[in-house]
């Protein structure tokens, strides 16, 4: 798949550039290294940080970033040094604490490096990046010290969220222009297709849905409406764990990525997996955005497009409470029936009942405005890495 060209600001040129470690254990899916490997980027492009990635899959992360090795310990991409880390002992081939150290989503450090932050003459400002939560309770906890039992450590969480005194979410400085430009370009969008699904653009009246989505049992049913429904669906799906309730839909036996295939009123196209900016032009090209987890989940809030997210399911249904938190901050400045319709939906998208396409189509038009009043008022709380390294200067000084 193609994309637009990556966003990027333009980095800042401190004397005393602020070194960083990041430490990513990818877990079972794309999320956790996605949202280092943007953090990493964007300290390093827009705040001039020097930044060391360390991640414990490499292929996970090939996935994101095509460019990267799998047969090297320690490589440079983007400015950005990766090392390939083997917990729990390991910390780089030569250990250097950096001046900021980012743990990530509570992935615990390997025992001698924190030694060594004990170690060094002046300690370092140690992060736990939590995962991201709309609940009330992340503005009390973020930024809470903690103290390690054993050396004079203490390490600040940091919880991203939707609302004000939380840590907010990722957003580079000119992703808004880069969006714009996309969507003011009628020769950009055509060659996006051309190159993505090996077609022209869709019709006018034809609804366009990007699907990334972890297995899903409601996902036969969605199919079902849209290949009855009354205008045109055109439906653009990267492959992974949704590929199979495609390819079983259609009758093919697998739906790989270039493939192809009618029903009814539905078309789909299924994509080949794509970088982390290529990602973005998908979310750009669709009218309605289906996204999982909690990376994609923050690029389609920023789309401005209405948006259905499948939360990561957690034992018990502790995901629900999450999934409703996000509900009221987005749904808050909607009319009642339009509110009404989206929670439903999320929550058929999530396993309670059965998604209603046709209420949900209906109140599109107020949920595009809403969208686009979102990413506003989401912006007011400013982006993770600005007010990360906000933070970090009042405590480096």
Avoid at 17 to 27: E, G, H, K, R
Avoid at 232 to 249: D, K, N, W
Wanted: charged share 20%; proline share 7%; with cysteine.
């Amino acid at each position: 798949m193609s994309s637009v060209a990556p966003v990027s600001g333009s980095p800042a040129a401190p004397a005393n550039p602020i070194a960083c470690d990041i430490f990513c254990a990818v877990i079972d899916n794309f999320g956790d290294i996605g949202v280092c490997w943007r953090l990493a980027r964007q300290l390093a492009r827009e705040h001039g940080w020097l930044v060391r990635v360390f991640v414990d899959d490499l292929h996970a992360f090939q996935k994101l970033c095509p460019s990267l090795a799998l047969d090297r310990a320690r490589q440079t991409v983007e400015g950005i040094i990766i090392e390939h880390w083997h917990q729990p002992a390991h910390a780089g081939d030569t250990l250097e604490v950096a001046d900021v150290v980012i743990e990530a989503f509570a992935c615990e450090l390997p025992p001698v490096y924190i030694a060594a932050m004990a170690e060094r003459a002046r300690a370092p400002l140690w992060f736990n990046l939590e995962y991201l939560s709309a609940e009330d309770w992340v503005a009390d906890f973020h930024l809470r010290p903690s103290p390690h039992p054993r050396y004079g450590l203490s390490k600040t969480f940091f919880f991203p969220g939707l609302g004000p005194g939380t840590g907010g979410v990722l957003k580079e400085r000119d992703l808004d222009a880069a969006r714009a430009a996309f969507e003011s370009s009628s020769a950009a969008r055509a060659d996006w297709w051309r190159n993505a699904t090996g077609h022209a653009p869709p019709p006018a009246d034809a609804t366009v849905v990007s699907l990334f989505s972890y297995e899903n049992p409601a996902v036969d049913s969605l199919l079902e409406q849209w290949r009855d429904s009354v205008s045109p669906i055109v439906l653009l799906a990267p492959e992974g764990r949704i590929s199979g309730a495609l390819a079983r839909f259609f009758g093919l036996p697998s739906f790989a990525a270039g493939t192809h295939a009618t029903r009814g009123n539905l078309s789909a196209h299924s994509l080949a997996f794509t970088e982390q900016p290529g990602y973005d032009a998908l979310l750009w090209a669709s009218d309605v955005n289906f996204v999982r987890g909690e990376d994609s989940f923050v690029r389609a809030q920023w789309a401005a497009k209405p948006f259905v997210w499948h939360i990561y399911p957690q034992a018990d249904d502790a995901h629900l409470p999450k999934l409703d938190a996000a509900l009221a901050h987005y749904t808050r400045r909607l009319p009642a029936n339009a509110r009404f319709a989206l929670q439903h939906f999320w929550h058929a998208w999530n396993g309670a009942g059965q998604p209603d396409w046709a209420e949900f189509k209906r109140h599109c038009p107020a949920l595009k405005r809403r969208a686009a009043a979102w990413a506003v008022e989401l912006a007011q709380v400013g982006d993770l890495a600005g007010n990360l390294t906000s933070f970090a200067k009042t405590q480096l000084k």
